[in-house]
């Protein structure tokens, strides 16, 4: 056991386990560097045997999950290592409870860590992307599996510019949404199938981890002094921005995938505003903040699809174009007319009106 005088002193501690050799008669020490071994080496039990003779803390242990998981996605171990990022976030969410402030170097570490999600989440879509590939290469679906897999490659080389990163987080969106589509019909052919849908899962994870990081982030960086003014702007901006994004999805093509990915972002957005303004109203101000930022993240991702759909999708660039002529068409006269900020304030009302126009669009234009 460790004495009071020697906690701290060295950076890296090695554990000093006697394990008995097979075969022999003797016990033979074996020394684990526990800093450097990651959860796919031989040692690893013997890390976490260190951690428990340490006693390293929460704070700790949370770090060293997201440092041994990213080092696996970058070694394209990651969907074999989920149970380690459900750690993490396990320990993430003991750290940062979402109704408490969180401590500021948590708070610094969290702000230096947020652009590898965004790599892990590109990597992790090279990585079944690559797996697809390998069960699918006599398939329709081959050579839209070799562009996502350049595409992932090309978003790392462009993932430190910072103003490209939405795009690229909307682009993995509407990727996500072609892999579960081609995972549909194609499931019997694939090898691995379980590995998609723990790709799918990680993924719906690595969001949560964003989101809750950037909340606290933002609430530390603006320093806001009333919370609940902040969830109720963030909610009014989450209104309009709702109204337009379903007023563009009432005329968007009906079998183009971005509109589909779009939709599931809009149900997935409205469902957590719902938990948010249930969380503010039982006095939960900051995971109500926390959930109303999720719910935008949805929201904005499926408002870019959208704008992108026609370079995103060139199947369907055609009738993609269509739809956003007469979209910037009816919302020029509807603004031209003054009544833009009323349907938008009071969409519920004026939907059918909305479905109505689009309909007649739609007649005007080509076929689709």
Same mark, same amino acid.
């Given at each position: 056991?460790?004495?009071?005088? /020697?906690?701290?002193?060295?950076?890296?501690?090695?554990?000093?386990?006697?394990?008995?050799?097979?075969?022999?008669?003797?016990?033979?020490?074996?020394?684990?560097?526990?800093?450097?071994?990651?959860?796919?080496?031989?040692?690893?039990?013997? *890390?976490?045997?260190? *951690?428990?003779?340490?006693?390293?803390?929460?704070?700790?242990?949370?770090?060293?999950?997201?440092?041994?998981?990213?080092?696996?996605?970058?070694?394209?171990?990651?969907?074999?290592?989920?149970?380690?990022?459900?750690?993490?976030?396990?320990?993430?969410?003991?750290? %940062?409870?979402?109704? %408490?402030?969180?401590?500021?170097?948590?708070?610094?570490?969290?702000?230096?860590?947020?652009?590898?999600?965004?790599?892990?989440?590109?990597?992790?879509?090279?990585?079944?992307?690559?797996?697809?590939?390998?069960?699918?290469?006599?398939?329709?679906?081959?050579?839209?599996?070799?562009?996502? !897999?350049?595409?992932?490659?090309?978003?790392?080389?462009?993932?430190?510019?910072?103003?490209?990163?939405?795009?690229?987080?909307?682009?993995?969106?509407?990727?996500? *949404?072609?892999?579960?589509?081609?995972?549909?019909?194609?499931?019997? /052919?694939?090898?691995?199938?379980?590995?998609?849908?723990?790709?799918?899962?990680?993924?719906?994870?690595?969001?949560?981890?964003?989101?809750?990081?950037? %909340?606290?982030?933002?609430?530390?960086?603006? &320093?806001? @002094?009333?919370?609940?003014?902040?969830?109720?702007?963030?909610?009014?901006?989450?209104?309009?921005?709702?109204?337009? %994004?379903?007023?563009?999805?009432?005329?968007?093509?009906?079998?183009?995938?971005?509109?589909?990915?779009?939709?599931?972002?809009?149900?997935?957005?409205?469902?957590?505003?719902?938990?948010?303004?249930?969380?503010?109203?039982?006095?939960?101000?900051?995971?109500?903040?926390?959930?109303?930022?999720?719910?935008?993240?949805?929201?904005? &991702?499926?408002?870019?699809?959208?704008?992108?759909?026609?370079?995103? *999708? @060139?199947?369907?660039?055609?009738?993609? &174009?269509?739809?956003?002529?007469?979209?910037? &068409?009816?919302?020029?006269?509807?603004?031209?007319?003054?009544?833009?900020?009323? !349907?938008?304030?009071?969409?519920?009302?004026?939907?059918?009106?909305?479905?109505?126009?689009?309909?007649?669009?739609?007649?005007?234009?080509?076929?689709?």
């Amino acid at each position: 056991m460790f004495g009071p005088d /020697q906690k701290g002193v060295a950076a890296i501690t090695a554990v000093i386990i006697v394990a008995a050799s097979i075969g022999a008669g003797v016990a033979t020490p074996v020394i684990v560097d526990a800093a450097d071994v990651d959860p796919d080496s031989p040692f690893y039990g013997l *890390e976490r045997l260190g *951690e428990q003779i340490r006693m390293v803390g929460g704070e700790d242990q949370m770090k060293e999950r997201w440092g041994e998981y990213v080092s696996l996605v970058n070694r394209g171990k990651g969907l074999a290592h989920k149970s380690i990022l459900e750690e993490f976030v396990e320990k993430m969410h003991d750290v %940062v409870p979402g109704d %408490v402030e969180t401590k500021q170097e948590i708070v610094q570490w969290m702000q230096e860590q947020m652009p590898r999600v965004g790599m892990v989440q590109l990597r992790l879509c090279k990585e079944i992307c690559q797996q697809l590939k390998q069960d699918l290469d006599n398939t329709p679906e081959a050579e839209w599996i070799e562009n996502c !897999i350049r595409e992932c490659e090309n978003f790392e080389e462009n993932w430190d510019k910072h103003e490209l990163r939405a795009q690229i987080q909307a682009r993995l969106r509407l990727i996500r *949404e072609r892999i579960k589509n081609v995972m549909n019909i194609y499931r019997a /052919q694939i090898h691995k199938p379980m590995d998609v849908d723990v790709y799918f899962d990680i993924d719906n994870v690595l969001v949560d981890v964003d989101v809750t990081a950037n %909340v606290e982030i933002d609430i530390n960086a603006e &320093n806001l @002094p009333d919370l609940s003014e902040a969830f109720e702007n963030k909610l009014e901006e989450f209104n309009t921005l709702l109204a337009e %994004v379903q007023i563009m999805l009432e005329g968007a093509p009906e079998n183009a995938h971005g509109k589909h990915a779009a939709e599931r972002l809009v149900e997935v957005a409205i469902n957590l505003k719902d938990k948010a303004v249930a969380g503010f109203e039982e006095g939960k101000t900051r995971r109500a903040l926390a959930l109303i930022h999720a719910a935008k993240v949805h929201l904005g &991702n499926a408002e870019m699809i959208l704008e992108n759909a026609d370079e995103w *999708e @060139p199947e369907f660039s055609t009738q993609w &174009n269509t739809w956003r002529n007469q979209w910037e &068409n009816m919302k020029q006269e509807w603004t031209g007319e003054g009544i833009w900020e009323n !349907i938008i304030e009071n969409y519920n009302r004026y939907a059918e009106t909305v479905r109505k126009r689009w309909e007649e669009e739609k007649h005007k234009g080509p076929a689709w």
